[in-house]
């Protein structure tokens, strides 16, 4: 008897979403945003503190 080997591609299908969320809907995990002369900075939930404080710190300094 032979041996019959068969390469079987996956499929996925995603499943429809029951809680169906607007595409526009803005990103749930943002801490803050600051914005100075064009420049914008968006900080996330989650970041290192001291990290963000420095970044706000070197925007505020040289957007003036």
Known sequence: M???H???AP???SKPSSMSSPTHAPYKHIAAKVE???IR???FKGVNPKLASELVKVLVE???
Do not use: M, R
Request: net charge negative; hydrophobic share 45%.
């Open 11 to 13: 499929s996925f299908i």
């Open 41 to 43: 900075l968006t900080i």
């Open 62 to 64: 040289n957007a003036h």
């Open 36 to 38: 100075l002369k064009g």
């Open 6 to 8: 068969e390469i079987i």
């Open 2 to 4: 032979e041996e019959k």
